[in-house]
């Protein structure tokens, strides 16, 4: 039934690329991810898109969007470098982690970055002294939204609002230009009006900083746009919609320069994880659910099933009956469990050694793989 989520000839392509090939690999399909950039730029024409590499960093991923104008989030001088040995000049890449070695915001200064994402006073400080006159978002704290989003970033990023003005006076007096305010309502945030919440806000703070003489321009608006997995989402034309109101609602005719992060959103569904299964057992003779064990799990690919968060559709090509089973990894580690409490069926034809796709695996799964746990290589992906 998930098989609905790629066209018939997209199907073929990703069988036929696998066919001889050793899993498990993750297949990336670039013209799904230039589809996804033309929606965002068609959607939100105002806006400047930057891709927040870490979500799909590989080299055809960034090219593919290098070509098309994108401009980048960058959390780290790797993925700069990662960026600027593209030959992508410095001006389309923003530093948006707020967290930071000073030597770090030195070496992208030094290497023509001038953007930069803030929610401290010490990092402010830094920035100040190893990236002077640089322009500066302001993260706000949104954890009254994110909860509501499968991949919750918390509290980790943003402060409160009080400290938000006070460091955008600090940083005016030590140099600095205070460009904008960003937020982050959550990745995979399904509720659009975690958006109309953060925009009120941005909205009240701008009008309390000009009130002191300052005045921002841009509001980062972040990532968060959704992929399509199990529980499917309203399309991205929709949040534009909504998004769009509510910037009017609020500033009126005097809209901010909008900037965006995606990161899921343009390459979740774009990957397709090609897997085998490598065992199915059950604990007892009557055990009423199978344990079905893949080649992949939490520790090469499937991080984001930590709690069940994200539930990827899955596709076998056997068919018939199904029954119930809990999916889990081939590690030795009792965490790599992928879904136990959360109902998966699968067709009881299953067989060792049959294939398991996993859909919409195209965003912060390559990535999040680790390098030898228990021996296996991180896991390999193809660009098609
Ligand atoms: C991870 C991240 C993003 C991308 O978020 P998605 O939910 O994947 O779109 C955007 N901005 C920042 C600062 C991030 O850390």
New binding site residues.
Partial sequence: MYRSYYSPAEWEKIIKFSEKKETPFLVVLLDRIQEKFEGFRKNFPQAKIYY?V??SPGREVLTLLRDMGSYF?I?SIYELDQVLDLGVSPDRVSF??TIKKAKHVREAYEKGVRLF?SDSEVDIRHLAKEAPGSRIFFRLLMDAVTSDSDWPLSRKFGCQPRMLVELVSLAADLGLEPYGISF?VG??QREIPAWDTAIAQVKSLFEQLEKQKIHLKAMNM????PADYLIKSNPLSVYAEEINRYLSFHFGESIPEIYL?????LTGEAGILVSEVVLISKKSRTDLKRWVYTDVGIFNGLMETIDESIKYPIYTEKDGENGDVILAGPTCDSLDIIYEHFKYELPLSLEIGDRIYWISTG?YTASYSAVEFNGFPPLKTYYL
């Fill in positions: 927040a870490k979500a989030d959390a948006g982690n994402a982050h990745s995979q972040g990532g968060g746009f992060e995606p990161g899921r959103g965003a």
